[in-house]
């Protein structure tokens, strides 16, 4: 499987498909993860804009960190995740947010795409220049929490959130 899925970074020839991305998680009506996906998408060209505008750390708020958008396409060009690395920490990012932020498209969960996502991200990140990431998922999460650890992720520690969410810490050696 793994083949046949690639990381691509947002362009206009997925248009179609990621539109459907985005509706069927949108009408699933469940959170989604990475924040970047919960943009409405529907003038492209300007989500577009936005996503490669958010790698320069010159014109992002002070809160921000420079960041990529990827989409996880499978070999039939069927968009069925998106991942958000951070190409640092600040201090939020450090205790509940991580390097990498993903998600799958609810109706291809439980087929190893979370655990192609992270497995591709990583390398990503490597190129980045970092040695280790940090990836975290909340408490409950256990489907994440088990692509983490299928990935070398190490927990260090929980986080319990203001609002009593426990946030689980993990860190990749890269």
């Not at 362009?11 to 990621?18: M, N, R, V």
């Not at 220049?129 to 256990?142: A, Q, R």
């Amino acid at each position: 499987m793994e083949k046949q899925l690639q990381l691509v970074k947002p362009a206009q020839e997925y248009f179609d498909e990621y539109v459907s991305f985005y509706e069927e998680w949108k009408n699933s009506k469940e959170p989604i993860v990475p924040w970047v996906v919960d943009k409405e998408p529907y003038d492209f060209a300007a989500y577009l804009r936005f996503l490669e505008s958010e790698v320069d750390e010159n014109i992002l708020p002070a809160d921000f960190v420079p960041h990529t958008t990827y989409w996880l396409r499978r070999g039939d060009g069927r968009i069925v995740g998106a991942v958000n690395i951070r190409h640092r920490l600040n201090d939020r990012l450090l205790r509940v947010g991580g390097h990498i932020g993903y998600g799958i498209r609810p109706s291809e969960r439980q087929k190893g795409y979370a655990t192609a996502i992270l497995a591709k991200s990583l390398e990503i990140t490597r190129e980045l220049g970092l040695e280790k990431v940090l990836v975290v998922c909340d408490s409950w999460n256990t489907a994440s929490e088990k692509t983490i650890l299928k990935n070398g992720g190490v927990l260090e520690s929980d986080y319990t959130e203001e609002d009593g969410n426990v946030v689980r810490r993990y860190w990749i050696e890269l």
